[in-house]
C-alpha cells in the first residue's frame, strides 16, 4: 500500500521559508506526477505546484516564491517556500498520480495526511 507522509510545516514569519518534505513509501517511480495541494479554512483545496516527468508547473499566487522537486533516488517530493505570505497559511498536501491527465484532485490516486503551514503578519 501506498503511502505519503508529509512534514516540515510550522509557524512561520512573514517574508520566512519552509521547505516541505513528502517521503512515498513504494516507488516513486510510479507516479510520472507529484504535486502539493493545499487548503486554507473555508476555502477549497487547491493545487499549488505540480512536477510532470521533470516538468514544472506552479499556481499564479505562489510563482517566484516556491519551488517544487523530487529525488527519486530518496522517494522523496519537496516543496521549497520563500517569502512566505499570510495568505499561504493553508495545510498542504503532497499527492501523487500514476499517469496524469488533469489538476483536478479527484483524478489523483493518494495523498498524505497533511501539514500545518502557518504564516504570521
Known amino acids: 500500500q501506498v503511502q505519503l507522509v508529509e512534514s516540515g510545516g510550522g509557524l512561520v514569519q512573514a517574508g520566512g521559508s519552509l521547505r516541505l518534505s513528502c517521503v512515498v513509501s513504494?516507488?516513486?517511480?510510479?507516479?510520472?506526477?507529484m504535486g502539493w495541494y493545499r487548503q486554507a479554512p473555508g476555502k477549497q483545496r487547491e493545487l499549488v505546484a505540480v512536477i510532470i516527468e521533470g516538468g514544472r508547473r506552479y499556481a499564479d499566487s505562489v510563482k517566484g516564491r516556491f519551488t517544487i522537486s523530487r529525488d527519486n533516488a530518496k522517494n522523496m517530493v519537496y516543496l521549497q517556500m520563500n517569502s512566505l505570505k499570510p495568505e499561504d497559511t493553508a495545510v498542504y498536501y503532497c499527492?501523487?498520480?500514476?499517469?496524469?491527465?488533469?489538476?483536478?484532485?479527484?483524478?489523483?490516486?493518494?495523498w498524505g495526511q497533511g501539514t500545518q503551514v502557518t504564516v504570521s503578519s
Open positions: 499527492a501523487a498520480v500514476e499517469n496524469y491527465y488533469s489538476d483536478y484532485e479527484k483524478t489523483w490516486d493518494y
Open positions: 513504494g516507488s516513486i517511480f510510479s507516479f510520472n506526477a
